[in-house]
């Protein structure tokens, strides 16, 4: 079945700095790549996703690339801002399954 | 409005109760999920349904059950809760085959004791 890795588990930036999470799958069936955003004590929330005929989406600070050659992603969050201090999953979708398997989170901290 | 809703929001129980945690949507949608999360940790799919009368494990292995008598409804069962048991347990639910947007409810947080 499909295996999502991401990194790092942990990233501090200075405000203003840009972050950038990576993940790697395993199933090249997959084709599509949503990322969620869980701020501490609510639930995970869609902000970004691409589908595999895409190689890149952007949507105001926040983009996703994607390079299905390698079977990895990553979400990049530019001019940051202590409201973006959350948890951050990737997850992976595709071939006949409707199952959506998450990648391992990334707690980013963005430093006032 | 339209939401996923699961009761109970918490949950305190000693090891051998039966539990059912429930998970209602309002939004016709025919995908639905379990997830098994602690808190801000990774999000185990532990069963799915692709709509009523259809239900599959997930990868994490899990002693619970579920069950999708209606569209709206899929709750999950313990029989014997045991301590292993507590974390969270997060509802979620779609209205596309594939690349949907995945709803999330506020979570169901158990405490075996």
Not at chain 2, 52 to 78: A, C, M, Q, W, Y
Not at chain 2, 82 to 105: I, V, W
């Amino acid at each position: 079945g499909e295996n999502v890795e991401q990194h790092p588990s942990t990233l501090s930036v200075q405000e203003g700095d840009s972050a950038v999470i990576k993940c790697t799958y395993s199933d090249s069936a997959s084709n599509y790549f949503p990322w969620y955003k869980q701020e501490l004590g609510k639930r995970p929330q869609l902000i970004i996703d691409i589908r595999s005929n895409v190689g890149e989406k952007k949507d105001q600070r926040i983009a996703v690339t994607l390079n299905k050659t390698a079977k990895h992603f990553s979400l990049h969050i530019t001019e940051t801002q202590p409201e973006d201090s959350a948890v951050y999953f990737c997850a992976a979708q595709g071939g006949s399954s409707y199952k959506l398997i998450f990648g391992s989170g990334t707690r980013l901290l963005v430093r006032p | 409005e339209a939401d996923i809703y699961q009761t109970p929001r918490y949950l305190v129980i000693g090891t051998g109760k039966k539990i059912t945690l429930e998970c209602s949507q309002t939004m016709g949608h025919d995908k639905m999920y379990w997830y098994q999360q602690d808190p801000g940790m990774e999000l185990h799919l532990i069963h799915y349904s692709y709509g009523v009368n259809s239900t599959e494990k997930g990868d994490l292995s899990s002693e619970s059950t579920v069950s999708r008598i209606r569209t709206e409804h899929f709750p999950l069962t313990l029989e014997s809760a045991r301590p292993s048991h507590t974390s969270q347990y997060l509802c979620a639910s779609t209205g596309l085959s594939l690349g949907g947007e995945l709803f999330f409810g506020e979570g169901s947080r158990l405490t075996v004791l």
